[in-house]
C-alpha cells in the first residue's frame, strides 16, 4: 500500500489506480455523491469521477453546501459550481445548511459546518450502493496531522483521513489523498479548467488550520527540503501501525457476547492501554447510537476508579461522568462497566394506555396527541407530514400505548425493509441526547413493538394499501402560555 502511495506522487492523477485498488464492484458501489465546493480540489475530484464513471459502471452527482457564512461570496461559488455541472452534463444539488443558527456551545463554525454535513451526507449517502466522495489531497492529510499531534491524538487520530473509510454508516471515498495540490492543478490543466473558485477564508491565518496551511507547513517547507513528502510517509506507516490496532481491537471486541449491555471489569483491565482506549470508544458510541471518542484522562479514571474499588471494601460503585454526554454517566461496579443515563431534573413521562376511540383527544408530555378516523380520499393533504401517521383502520386494535424511548428499542421503518434501533433515527434526524425521551413511543398494546416513533417515523405495521377507511394519528405542541 505505501508503494502504491508513493508511487502516486510521480504519476498524474488522470492514470490513478484508485478505482483498481479499491474496486466499486467489489465495494457494492453503483452511486457516488462528490463533495464539490468550486475549489480545485474537488473540481478535480468531481472530473477524476466523471471520467471514470462509465468504465465502472458508477453513477456520479455533484452536491454543493451552501453554509451561509459567506454571503454573496458563497451565493456566487453555488451558482459557478452549477453551471460547471451543467456544461458537462454532470447531476448537481445543492444543499443549504444554516451553519449560523445550528452553532452548539463551544463549536467552531468549521466543526459545526463538518457536523451539518455529516448529517446531510448519512441522508444522502447511507445505503451499501453509494458512497461519498471527498476532494482531500496530500497537503490536507498533512495539515490534519499536525492539529491532531497538538490535540494529544492518538495513532488512529492521527491518520484519520484515509483513502477508504466508513464514518457513521457513510462510506467515504478520497481518491486524491496521495497527490499533492501541485499535481491537481496540473490535471485540472489537462482538462482545460483553470477558473475554479477560491475561498477567501482560507487566505486568513486566523484559524489553527489556515494557520498550519499558510505559515506553518510553507515555512517549514521552505526550511526543510522534502517536509511534505517526508510527512506523507510518516503518514502512511502511521496508519499501517493504526490498522494493525484497529484490527486487534476488533478480535477483543468479538470475544465479547454482550458488550452493550456491559462491559466486564476482568476483561477490560487485562487490555493493552493501546486496546482499552479503542473498545471503550466501540462500547461507548455502540450505546449511544454515534461515534464518541473518549480522552485518556477518562480511560485514566476508569482504571483508578477500578484500582480503588479493589482496595476499598465498602464502597461497591463508582460513577464517572462523560464529557460531551451531559446525561450519561459510567457505573463502574466490582464486576463490570455499565452506561446509564443520569438522573436530572427532566421529567420522564409514564407510559400511558390510550382507547383512541373513545378518547380521541390526549396529552403527553409537550404534545397533544388526536385520533381522526378518515376515508381514504381524504388523506392526500396529509401524506408526507411527520407528524401524522397513517394507518389501515381494520387492523389497529382499539387501545395504543404510548410512552418515552428507552435504549435497546427498535421498529421497522416505513419502507425500510429491516429493524432498525431507535437511537439510529434520533441520530439521523439530529436529535440531542437529552431531548429524546421527549419524543412519544406508539406501541401496540401488551408489546414492545413500536408503530411510531412520534413525529420522526412511523412503522410499516398496518399500511394503507386498500383500505375504504384510515386512521390518522396527529401531534401537536402544546404552546404554554403566562396567565
Not at 452527482?61 to 451565493?75: M, N, W
Not at 458537462?88 to 459545526?112: M, V, W
Request: net charge positive; proline share 3%.
Amino acid at each position: 500500500w505505501e508503494k502504491n502511495g508513493m508511487e502516486s506522487m510521480q504519476r498524474t492523477i488522470a492514470s490513478s489506480d484508485f478505482f483498481e485498488r479499491h474496486s466499486p464492484q467489489k465495494l457494492g458501489i453503483k452511486k457516488i455523491f462528490c463533495g464539490f465546493s468550486g475549489g480545485a480540489d474537488s473540481s478535480a475530484l468531481l472530473l477524476f469521477l466523471r471520467n471514470n464513471a462509465d468504465k465502472y459502471g458508477l453513477e456520479v452527482k455533484a452536491v454543493h453546501f451552501q453554509h451561509g457564512l459567506r454571503g454573496k461570496e458563497s451565493f456566487d461559488d453555488a451558482q459557478w459550481c452549477r453551471k460547471f455541472c451543467e456544461s458537462r452534463g454532470i447531476d448537481f444539488i445543492e444543499i443549504n445548511l444554516n451553519a449560523r443558527q445550528a452553532l452548539k456551545g463551544k463549536e467552531s463554525y468549521e466543526d459545526t459546518a463538518r457536523r451539518l454535513r455529516l448529517g446531510e451526507w448519512k441522508v444522502l449517502a447511507s445505503q451499501k450502493s453509494c458512497a461519498a466522495a471527498l476532494g482531500h489531497n496530500s497537503d490536507d492529510r498533512n495539515e490534519n496531522m499536525v492539529i491532531r499531534i497538538l490535540r494529544g491524538s492518538n495513532v488512529s487520530g492521527l491518520t484519520s483521513l484515509r483513502e477508504l473509510q466508513t464514518v457513521e454508516g457513510v462510506l467515504l471515498l478520497r481518491p486524491l489523498l496521495n497527490f499533492t495540490r501541485k499535481q491537481i492543478e496540473d490535471f485540472l490543466e489537462s482538462e482545460n479548467s483553470t477558473d475554479w473558485r477560491t475561498d477567501s477564508s482560507n487566505l486568513e491565518n486566523e484559524s489553527l488550520r489556515n494557520y498550519i496551511r499558510n505559515v506553518t507547513l510553507s515555512e517549514l517547507a521552505d526550511i526543510y527540503d522534502g517536509a511534505k513528502e517526508g510527512m506523507m510517509r510518516a503518514a502512511m506507516a502511521l496508519e499501517q501501525d493504526a490498522l494493525f490496532l484497529e484490527k486487534a481491537t476488533e478480535c477483543e471486541w468479538k470475544k465479547l457476547k454482550n458488550p452493550e449491555a456491559k462491559l466486564g471489569v476482568d476483561f477490560f483491565s487485562k487490555l493493552h492501554p493501546a486496546i482499552k482506549i479503542r473498545i471503550l470508544r466501540k462500547w461507548i458510541s455502540s450505546e449511544i447510537g454515534r461515534d464518541y471518542v473518549p480522552g485518556h484522562e477518562l480511560l485514566s479514571r476508569i482504571d483508578d476508579g477500578i484500582s480503588r474499588l479493589n482496595k476499598i471494601k465498602d464502597k461497591n460503585r463508582i460513577d464517572l461522568p462523560l464529557s460531551g454526554l451531559k446525561d450519561m454517566k459510567i457505573k463502574v461496579s466490582r464486576d463490570a462497566m455499565r452506561l446509564k443515563m443520569r438522573e436530572t431534573g427532566r421529567r420522564r413521562q409514564k407510559k400511558t394506555r390510550w382507547n383512541w376511540s373513545k378518547t380521541p383527544q390526549i396529552n403527553w408530555g409537550q404534545w397533544s396527541i388526536k385520533a381522526k378516523t378518515l376515508e381514504r380520499n381524504q388523506i392526500k393533504s396529509l401524506s408526507g407530514n411527520d407528524m401524522t401517521a397513517l394507518f389501515d383502520l381494520v387492523k389497529m386494535p382499539q387501545d395504543i400505548e404510548i410512552r418515552a424511548w428507552s435504549n435497546g428499542d427498535t421498529m421497522r421503518p416505513f419502507g425500510f425493509g429491516k429493524t432498525v434501533h431507535l437511537k439510529k433515527i434520533f441520530e439521523n434526524k439530529k436529535i440531542a441526547e437529552e431531548e429524546k425521551t421527549s419524543y412519544p413511543v406508539f406501541c401496540l398494546p401488551d408489546s414492545r413493538e413500536i408503530i411510531w416513533l412520534g413525529g420522526l417515523r412511523r412503522s410499516d405495521f398496518a399500511p394503507v394499501e386498500k383500505s375504504a377507511k384510515v386512521l390518522a394519528f396527529t401531534l401537536e405542541p402544546i404552546h404554554k402560555t403566562d396567565s
